[in-house]
Nanobody, 117 residues
């Protein structure tokens, strides 16, 4: 059973920064094909925020390009999302995902990010 523990969400002012973490357990780093985040705001469609495949280029949603950076620490089985220049439109629940090399996907429980004055 793959488990994803998310942390780092919270309330931040517009223009501020947050760093999300997602730590994977129950799986070898060598069995991970990709990790990243989707987000979903109330009443909105789920959208890809960022993904980092083990053997490919990083992906970013158009709305976060230039502001968010995804990275991985292989020793800690952890992926990070550095979010800068946050906007109210970034307010959402952020869900970490993990894709196994053979294709199945696991989800974290979600962490709330609220950008508000």
């Amino acid at each position: 059973q793959v488990q994803l523990e998310e942390s780092g969400g919270g309330l931040v002012q517009p223009g501020g920064s947050l760093r999300l973490s997602c730590a994977a357990s129950g799986i070898s780093i060598f069995s991970i094909g990709a990790m990243g985040w989707y987000r979903q705001a109330p009443g909105k469609q789920r959208e890809l925020v960022a993904g980092i495949p083990s053997g490919g280029t990083r992906n970013y949603g158009d709305s976060v390009k230039g502001r968010f950076t995804i990275s991985r620490d292989f020793a800690k089985n952890t992926v990070y999302l550095q979010m800068n220049s946050l906007k109210p439109e970034d307010t959402a629940v952020y869900y970490c995902y993990l894709d196994k090399s053979r294709g199945s996907r696991s989800w974290g429980q979600g962490t709330q990010v609220t950008v508000s004055s």
